[in-house]
């Protein structure tokens, strides 16, 4: 069983910043890619952020030079560092990874946390 658990999310001023994390715990062999996904109300789920298990990077255009992933392959963790936050980046958040665990490959989903920015 694989578990992805994330935290930072909150209430932030315009131009504020927030730090999320994702933790992957569980039965894993290895972490292929992870990253970050955001649905606002009444829109798609859509991808904010992925990085490759050799730190290669993609991101959205709406939170390039704003937002960085990152990752720390000895916790199985990846970050989303949001600067410059403006109303338009509120959402639920989602971390994704494709995970190796003992059986199977497959893509697993956190539980979502909530960022809301403020005008």
């Known amino acids: 069983q694989v578990q992805l658990v994330e935290s930072g999310g909150g209430f932030v001023q315009a131009g504020g910043s927030l730090r999320l994390s994702c933790a992957a715990s569980g039965s894993i062999f290895r972490i292929n890619a992870m990253g970050w996904y955001r649905q606002a109300p009444g829109k798609q789920r859509e991808l904010v952020a992925k990085i490759t298990s050799g730190g290669n990077t993609n991101y959205a255009d709406s939170v390039k030079g704003r937002f960085t992933i990152s990752r720390d392959n000895a916790k199985n963790t990846v970050y989303l560092q949001m600067n410059s936050l403006k109303p338009e980046d509120t959402a639920d958040f989602y971390c994704?990874?494709?995970?190796?665990?003992?059986?199977?490959?497959?893509?697993?989903w956190g539980q979502g946390t909530q960022v809301t920015v403020s005008s």
């Open positions: 994704n990874a494709n995970i190796n665990s003992y059986h199977y490959t497959r893509d697993y």
